[in-house]
């Protein structure tokens, strides 16, 4: 083993990683849930996508990075209660997607930019939702507070990334709409259920970058 390597799953491993993805490796133009659901009809659409980012926040814990995850408030219209990324739509006046996940992040948990540093970018993931999102990464350097806005968010939790890149937790799943199976993966921790779109970016950072 190369002692001049940083250890595997820490934050130095990741920006580096994430480097490599962004200088080195031809994107694709999407991904997202076609994936697991080629030809689905839910993924036909009427109306164009909506654009939104996500911020992936890998924070510096040593030698074991945590990756920054939030429940959604019980009381939000849509995906009430799932576990997600810090993020949302991306606003017309958004230099960026990552301007607008940096935004987010703050009016959604208080984290303070100032303590973020952006890695790199991976594909657009396409929602059945409906969405073109954006995942922007980035590693979080500690010291930091968080402040949460309770009409968006009831908590905010870490999660070793270690655990999220270890392909033995990513289970495949799958519920009925509309009387049709729609499949998607889920990563069960701690008595959180990480599903749906966001395992499936958690899936996809596992498959470009450490598988």
């Known amino acids: 083993m190369d002692q001049s390597l940083p250890p595997l799953f820490s934050a130095a491993d990741f920006r580096m990683r994430a480097a490599r993805e962004e200088n080195f490796l031809v994107h694709p133009d999407e991904d ?40 959604r408030a019980e009381t939000l219209r849509s995906h009430t209660g799932q576990v997600a990324f810090p993020g949302g739509r991306i606003d017309d006046d958004d230099h960026s997607p990552e301007f607008a996940a940096l935004r987010e992040t703050h009016e959604e948990i208080g984290l303070d930019r100032r303590f973020i540093d952006i890695v790199g970018r991976m ?38 990334l270690s655990f ?29 259920r990480i599903w749906g779109v966001t395992a499936g970016i958690i899936r996809t950072l596992y498959e470009r970058l450490y598988a």
Do not use: C
Request: glycine share 6%; proline share 9%; net charge negative.
């Open 32 to 71: 997202g849930d076609h994936r697991f659901n080629p030809g689905h009809p839910r993924l036909k659409r009427s109306e164009p996508l909506r654009d939104a980012a996500v911020l992936i926040p890998v924070i510096d814990r040593g030698t074991e990075a945590t990756v920054l995850l939030t429940k």
């Open 123 to 160: 594909p657009d993931y396409v929602s059945g939702s409906g969405y073109r999102i954006a995942p922007v990464l980035s590693v979080v350097r500690p010291g930091f507070s968080l402040t949460l806005n309770h009409d968006e968010v009831d908590a905010a939790f870490e999660v070793p």
């Open 164 to 192: 999220l890149m270890d392909p033995t937790n990513h289970r495949r799943d799958s519920r009925f709409w509309n009387d049709l199976e729609w499949f998607f993966y889920e990563m069960p921790y701690d008595g959180q």
